[in-house]
């Protein structure tokens, strides 16, 4: 009996978080650095660290269509987050726009220039003969799609359409540019902040391209108390300074 009373005991006095399952996060690339500093900080308020899947948005979208566990999923547009939703496979009051972004054009720090991107601005003449321009593939990526929507605005886009280098994501067409393979490409203004080997060239005006928006929200198949509390905190007081300092537009 008194052995019985003892591992009762016990089991009662585990802490909570024991309980607690850790949130497998499918985010935009965009996000992984402002991603990694809300894991760290979740687990240092005594949660399980969650797990991170960063990548394009429309991989991720695609993978958690086929039955990836994900539990949040947060994209660099609405596109994909709009089609999740049209298969019913999202908690549709749990969906938020969180963060905003700009888009810019860089180049290799070792050879800083500045253009005023404007209609029918000289883009080649940045490429030159050869060069290509790096940008997460037009045809599924998010910032490739912004890209695309602004180069045809701004007039330019039938022009240099024959010299995109399409990446699989934001972070990898930004490192063709950092390892001297593309002589310009687009990203996002906070993915070029925080690279030391490329610097922005020039700001696309937001009328150039619909406005750059992160949509956050819970995966029904994987909808759980603790998403959601970490889905909250993302939002929270606490997140809202990482992502200011990190240069995302906080809504």
């Known amino acids: 009996m008194k052995l019985l009373l003892t591992f009762l005991l016990s089991f009662v ?21 402002g991603m990694k500093d809300a894991a760290a900080l979740w687990a240092k308020q005594g949660h399980p660290a969650p797990t991170m899947s960063f990548g394009s948005s429309s991989t991720l979208a695609r993978q958690i269509e086929q039955g990836a566990p994900a539990n949040v999923f947060a994209s660099a547009d609405e596109l994909w987050m709009d089609d999740l939703a049209k298969k019913s496979l999202i908690v549709p009051d749990t969906r938020h726009d969180l963060l905003g972004n700009e888009l810019v054009l860089i180049v290799p720090a070792s050879h800083p ?36 929507q602004a180069l045809q605005r701004l007039g330019v886009w039938d022009k240099v359409s024959p010299h995109i280098a399409a990446a699989a994501d934001v972070r990898s ?26 610097v922005v060239a020039g700001v696309f005006p937001e009328s150039s391209h619909d406005p750059i928006s992160y949509p956050f929200a819970i ?13 909250s905190f993302l939002a929270g007081s ?4 990482v992502w200011t300092k990190l240069g995302f537009k906080v809504q």
């Open 13 to 33: 006095l585990i802490p909570l978080t024991a309980w607690a399952q850790p949130v497998t996060v499918f985010a935009a690339a965009s996000l992984t650095n």
């Open 219 to 231: 995966v029904k198949a994987n909808d759980t108390p603790d998403a959601r509390a970490f889905l």
């Open 173 to 198: 067409g930004m490192l063709l540019v950092e390892q001297g393979e593309a002589p310009a490409g687009i990203v996002y203004a906070t993915d070029a902040a925080i690279s030391k080997k490329v």
């Open 238 to 241: 606490q997140m809202r300074a």
């Open 113 to 148: 220039i500045k253009v005023d991107i404007k209609p029918g601005f000289d883009l080649m003449h940045i490429l030159g003969p050869n060069g290509r321009l790096a940008v997460g593939d037009p045809a599924h990526v998010p910032v490739g799609l912004y890209a695309k």
